[in-house]
């Protein structure tokens, strides 16, 4: 599989598309006005406390407050009174890969220090410290937080405090000794080089806190590791010295902010399948050509300055394929076609066959039906960018076999998503429940917004319904008010076009039971929904 970068930069935005094999896989945006917040670090000020969340409201000098969950807080030590005679057991009580928790005490200094636990001999383990909130924040308390989740809607951001310094091949983890291996690198020969090398170079620099090897690190020499290493021990020290600095001061604080969206692609996007990086703007070519020389030499040749004169994103179909990606129907090579409807609660995906007629059977046209849109659902998974609870609903098949083959597509298309999913089994309903790490908005919340006609519903009244409506009005107002002798109706002209037309007699009758004149005056300002009843 061949990969190229795109990325277009104006002085409003920034994009940055990913091909693969010259087809759109996915689009990353960032206008200027509205950075992401996604990894930034903020000395923040805790506004409410909320004890039966078991949250708290944080104030990082965004407009909304973000969200602080204690399940997203280090784990305090949990030291044990004892009467009389103690045994100190040195379990270090290490933390999972899954939960990010952390017995880690101090760390604002790269200092971890494990506490024993101490227990009573009838091994009753007493709590000292309280693990509820309310025993752990309070407000106008100061605390350093880490952004894992943009605003999303009306929901403020996503708060940590078990912050991660990400570099091209490590994740640093300072409350944490943990050192994991990215699930996606499979060889247990290259996990277990990785551990080894990783847990020696700690012990060599003395370094206190945890690692992750990410993927890019597979087959990567140790003296690469080592450098990210020191770049990522220096990074925390910086950290840890602004917060120093600023922890006088009374307003929330930004302490350390994420890298712009062309270097993050290259730390994060870029590999060895990685063909080209073409960028469309000079001084950002210049730019990532420098980051990339310091920190991903092997893509540095590869980076190319887009200058002729039709568009860079033109050229690829980018925009087309963005302009198809806000649709809510994708059209199948077979004739199939999908129907995507993202609500706030989840997002549905619906498959049919369309004009696809097949050729041996009815299973057989759905099982073809089904296996193709395995490839475009993953697709567009990945071009929209949609997280969350995510519903499949295919074609109902007959054949198990059919059916998990069918499921074993999907999870080998998934398999190639950066974000986390995790799927179900196909149900007796040809449903498949997914789910899909969110920590951006959509491409459709990106780009637009609930429609000023519909207020989002996705659909209008028809001209008959505001008909009837208005014929109700008239009614009411005619019984509420005796003086009027004419009334004027003011609307769309789609709906007066019917008064006068399919509804005229209707409208006769209606001047005759409400012994008043009606008449009609067009407004082309008004939707189809809006209408206005003047009494004269």
Known sequence: MSEELLMNVSPMECRVAVLDN????????????KLGLVGNIYLGTVVRVLPGMQAAFVDIGQSRTAFLHVNDMQREPRPVVENKNTIVDDDNHKQTAATGASPVVNTMEGLAVTPPVVRTRSTEVIPVTKTLIQHRLHEGQRILVQVTKDQLGSKGARLTTN??????????????????????????????????????????????????????AERVPVNKLEEDIYYLVQLW????????????????????????LPLRS??????????????????????????AKEFVPFVYERIVHYTAEPALF??????????????????LKSGGYLIIDQTEAMTTIDVNTGSFVGGRSLEDTVYKTNLEATHAIARQLRLRNLGGIIILDFIDM??????????TSLQEQLAQDYAKTNITQVSELGLVEMTRKRTRESLGQQLCEPCSTCQGRGFVKTAE????????????????????????????????????????????DLEYLLGRVITFEVENLYTQEQYDIVLD
């Open 22 to 33: 010259g087809v759109l896989g996915e689009i990353y945006i960032e206008r200027h006005h």
């Open 163 to 216: 912050i991660s310094l990400p570099s091209r091949y490590l994740v640093y983890l300072p409350s944490s000794d943990h050192v994991g291996i990215s699930q996606r690198i499979d060889s247990e020969d290259e996990r277990t080089r990785l551990k080894t090398e990783l847990t020696s170079l700690m012990q060599t620099v003395s370094l206190k806190g945890g690692l992750i090897a990410r993927t890019a």
């Open 237 to 260: 020290r910086t950290i840890c010295a602004r917060r120093q600095e600023i922890n006088h001061h009374q307003s929330s604080e930004l302490i350390y902010q994420e890298l712009s």
């Open 266 to 291: 290259i730390r994060d996007l870029v590999h060895a399948d990685t063909e080209k990086v073409i960028i469309d703007n000079a001084q950002v070519y210049e730019q990532v050509r420098y980051f």
């Open 314 to 331: 033109d050229v690829h179909r980018v925009e087309d394929d963005l302009r198809d990606a806000l649709k809510r129907r994708v059209d």
């Open 398 to 407: 007959l054949e198990q076999e059919h059916k998990n083959d069918v499921l």
């Open 465 to 508: 319904t505001v008909c009837f409506e208005i014929f109700r009005e008239m009614m009411r107002c005619a019984r509420t008010y005796n003086s009027p002798k004419k009334f004027t109706v003011v609307a769309h002209a789609a709906v007066i076009d019917l008064l006068l037309t399919s509804e005229a007699d209707t409208v006769a």
